[in-house]
């Protein structure tokens, strides 16, 4: 499809990216004033994973030892009753913990087909079982007691080897039962044993083992900041830690931190505010529409359909969220096949709707005006923005009415996946448009749940920053055979981003040290490239 974009081999996009060399004080206006890096806002999608002990009774949520032995709900004193011995505690619960059937290879694979950027796994929830061989978590860890085996570096390992996504992890700082966090509770916060001695330990131990690129933290209401010494370990995150300049973290820090401070923002689980927001943000949300674990008792009614699923990714990216899509794996390791049906949807609507997404910006309007479900981003190419309308319902007239963008006799307009004929439309005034939906055959639409029209050429109604990153494309001829691509000019530190337009993933790069990158080129099945005669890539985050 011709987008009349001028192809040079590196075409520079008037926008500048600054990474200052400073160091973060342990504050929040100090740590909130660093940049994120530009990987996680061109990301877009990203996994969530639950899973811990609370996978082998699967009953009703992830809180059932608190819903057992905390608030004592009837439904789960009542299923103890009936299925297991008076004498049983949560603890019994790990030894059936096995993972026999987790193959991290195997979730990779599925993760990448999803179309994500990253992935976050549940490292220890409240329960306080760590899924990796803590020395902070004696007898109550993932090779102590269970599987036998690091769960976390299982799956760390195939992410980073296998695919090009990023890899994060989840953490909760409370544990409901540990007998020195209680201790400190009682004493009013005024002690910090448990924050001393077990829990802070540990997000040092993953950060330094694992080296995640996003530290998602939870389970920290109920004490002030100061009490988790939260400051300082971002502080530590940001200035020291082996990921500094890659690491993204979220809000939730401390009482009264969460939609205020941190590195992005969730407010709330699932949230989702239907609107433009000053500060980036995610929607943490899960496809299991009552619980973030895996349920054995569920219904298939209570899981979002992949209509459900690609809507609430398109209203996030739409006002400038990313959507981090939750799935509860089972006790014995496996992705149910619901869950792994709607990951492979979602993948295969990314994959004809990707320009759409990744790397985009909220434009102007997140809406439309006049037709009901249509949502825009945009994306800036060199000095043309191009504006996607996104339809989540496939029109049954011959016309619709777009009450926002404004076209010119220049302006066009195409059927994203349907590119071999211009759509017409009628330009409306005193702003508006009218377009003549293609007659298609409903077999031989692009795709079956959302429908994107891209319009190149619109008018602006005010001037508006797409991006403070500089954009290079470089274009090559002849693809390499040895899997690595050398490029001398370009100066990209690690927080830098690139892609392989027409690819679903992020491309992973190496700044070398006499100047320029290595590129890591992705491998390709025979017929799969993106082109057959010149790879364009697309590179953020270029210094002058």
């Not at 699967?58 to 103890?80: H, I, L, P, R, Y």
């Not at 829990?199 to 100061?226: F, Q």
């Not at 830690?241 to 931190?257: A, C, H, I, L, Y």
Request: glycine fraction near 6%; charged fraction near 20%; aromatic fraction near 16%.
């Amino acid at each position: 499809m011709a987008r009349n974009i001028v192809t040079v081999t590196f075409i520079l996009c008037l926008i500048l990216f600054s990474a200052l060399s400073v160091r973060y004080e342990p504050n929040w206006d100090s740590l909130d004033s660093r940049p994120l890096p530009p990987w996680y806002d061109a990301a877009k999608v990203g996994i969530f994973i639950h899973w811990g002990v609370f996978s082998v009774p699967s009953f009703e949520s992830e809180w059932f030892w608190w819903d057992w032995e905390g608030v004592k709900t009837n439904s789960a004193v009542e299923f103890m009753k009936a299925n297991y011995p008076p004498d049983f505690t949560y603890a019994d619960f790990a030894k059936d913990f096995r993972a026999e059937f987790f193959n991290a290879s195997e979730w990779a694979e599925i993760f990448q087909a999803s179309g994500a950027q990253y992935v976050v796994l549940t490292s220890k929830h409240h329960e306080g079982y760590t899924n990796w061989p803590s020395v902070f978590s004696f007898n109550w860890n993932s090779k102590d007691v269970g599987p036998a085996r690091d769960l976390v570096g299982e799956l760390a390992t195939a992410i980073r080897n296998q695919t090009d996504m990023f890899f994060g992890l989840y953490h909760s700082l409370f544990e409901w039962f540990h007998p020195q966090y209680l201790q400190d509770k009682a004493n009013k916060w005024q002690t910090q044993k448990f924050v001393e001695s077990k829990t802070m330990l540990e997000l040092y131990e993953i950060v330094n083992r694992y080296k995640p690129d996003v530290i998602w933290s939870d389970g920290d209401w109920e004490a002030p900041d100061t009490y988790w010494n939260s400051t300082n370990f971002i502080a530590w995150l940001y200035n020291d830690s082996p990921v500094k300049e890659n690491v993204v973290t979220n809000d939730r820090w401390g009482q009264g931190v969460m939609c205020k401070h941190g590195g992005f923002l969730t407010c709330s689980d699932r949230y989702n505010p239907g609107k433009l927001q000053k500060r980036k943000w995610e929607n943490a949300m899960t496809i299991d529409k009552q619980s973030w674990g895996y349920r054995r008792n569920t219904k298939l009614s209570e899981f979002l359909t992949t209509d459900e699923l690609i809507g609430t990714l398109v209203e996030t990216v739409s006002c400038g969220g990313n959507i981090l899509v939750n799935v509860g794996p089972t006790s014995d390791g496996k992705i149910i096949p619901v869950f792994e049906e709607r990951l492979r949807e979602m993948g295969q609507w990314l994959k004809i709707n990707s320009e759409a997404i990744y790397g985009s910006h909220p434009w102007t309007y997140q809406n439309d005006t006049i037709t009901p479900n249509v949502w825009y981003t945009a994306v800036k190419i060199s000095m043309e923005q191009m504006l996607y309308a996104i339809f989540l319902d496939w029109p049954t007239n011959k016309t619709v009415h777009l009450g926002i963008p404004k076209t010119a006799e220049w302006t066009t307009v195409y059927l994203v996946g349907h590119e071999d004929k211009p759509v017409n439309f009628t330009t409306l005034h005193p702003q508006g448009v009218l377009l003549e939906i293609p007659q298609i055959p409903t077999e031989e639409l692009p795709c079956q749940w959302a429908w994107t029209f891209v319009f190149q050429g619109v008018l602006q109604y005010t001037k508006l920053t797409i991006s403070t990153t500089t954009a290079i494309y470089a274009i090559v001829l002849d693809w390499p055979t040895n899997g690595t691509l050398r490029l001398g000019a370009p100066k990209l530190d690690n927080t830098g981003v690139i892609y392989l337009l027409g690819y679903q993933q992020q491309v992973k790069f190496k700044p070398e040290a006499q100047g320029g990158i290595t590129i890591q080129l992705p491998v390709f099945a025979d017929g799969k490239m993106p082109c057959k005669y010149a790879w364009a890539f697309r590179m953020l985050g270029v210094q002058n």
